[in-house]
């Protein structure tokens, strides 16, 4: 059991490093991350695709990185905004990994991006432990999810420094009890940001984007009292700049990841990836994509709220 745990520890403190150094590469050329963990459905996507509307808008220089398991559906509804965007295929890896992003973003992301947008796997679990050198983390959390929502996911609320409730156009119909979601997220993660947003009638709409540009500047960033405690504990691998060092050791770190390419064989044989594996794409704006692990319809899928 000791031999796993250290192995679990090793493999942070390993991501910890690349973080930190991702984090001062991009902090030197003046790029600022924005690490956006959800569950699936949550409405991440819609809202981030306003975003980048809007910063375009503003012209503040801004990119976009989306990993999903499978399908370009997503970097093809980002790429509408006009805005550099790229598709990361993790092939079954429920999380990014600060060595992975660096990889994609090398001789990808323009020199002169000021905020690059990093919409994570649609998870709470895995992702919350993986420091990606950000300099904000943002948990979204739409009103169907259920107020207890941070309660049964603590670490990935609790390291948030800034939580995003999205769909709120129909948090009367769902009977969503603001109150008591803010309460719930104060007990895991007291002084913590929480803006309300609907993508479908525009509340909230420049919120992210403004706190995001804050972060750039070091201005009024939140500290989450679980990453500070995680410091004080030595459980905290980096530097302490990213709010997710040292987080999530509870989770498995020995992923073997099957797919079938290009749909199902029939003949049974899968191949494995490990834990680094990820493919990309690149889309280009507005148009049909041909790649090996995806097969996107000519249309991208319909938009969420």
């Known amino acids: 059991m000791c031999r796993v745990v250290d192995l679990r520890q090793a493999v942070l403190a390993k991501n910890d490093g690349a973080a930190q150094a991702l984090r001062d590469e991009l902090t030197a050329r003046g790029t600022t991350v924005v690490n956006l963990l959800s569950s699936p459905g949550s409405g991440k996507t819609a809202l981030l695709e306003r ?30 905004s006009g805005v550099p965007v790229k598709q990361v295929l ?15 973003l090398d001789g990808w992301l ?65 009977e969503f009890d603001e109150a008591a979601f803010r309460a719930n997220v104060e007990r895991v993660n007291p002084g913590v940001e929480i803006v309300m947003t609907s993508a479908r009638r525009g509340e909230g709409l420049g919120l992210l984007l403004d706190r995001a540009l804050a972060a750039g500047t070091g201005a009024g960033t939140h500290t989450p009292v679980m990453a500070r405690r995680q410091q004080e504990t030595g459980h905290d691998h980096g530097s302490g700049h990213g709010p997710g060092q040292g987080s999530g050791h509870g989770h498995d770190h020995g992923h073997l990841h099957g797919h079938g390419h290009g749909g199902d064989h029939g003949s049974g044989h899968h191949h494995h990836h490990g834990p680094g594996h990820a493919h990309d794409h690149t889309p280009a704006h507005g148009a049909e994509h041909d790649h090996d692990h995806a097969h996107p319809q000519s249309r991208p899928a319909a938009q969420t709220r």
């Open 110 to 174: 323009p020199e002169d991006t000021r905020l690059l947008f990093v919409e994570n796997v649609g998870n709470l679990v895995c992702p919350a432990g993986y420091d990606l050198g950000e300099s904000l983390r943002v948990v979204l959390a739409s009103v169907t999810e259920g107020e207890d929502k941070p309660l049964k996911y603590p670490s990935a609320f609790g390291l948030a420094q800034l939580v995003v409730v999205t769909k709120t156009d129909i948090a009367q119909a769902v």
């Open 51 to 80: 975003e980048l509307l809007l910063a375009r808008e503003r012209a503040v220089p801004v990119a976009a990185l989306t990993a999903d398991l499978a399908t370009e559906n997503d970097a093809l509804r980002l790429a509408r």
């Open 90 to 104: 993790t092939d079954g890896l429920c999380h990014l990994e600060a060595a992975m992003l660096g990889r994609h």
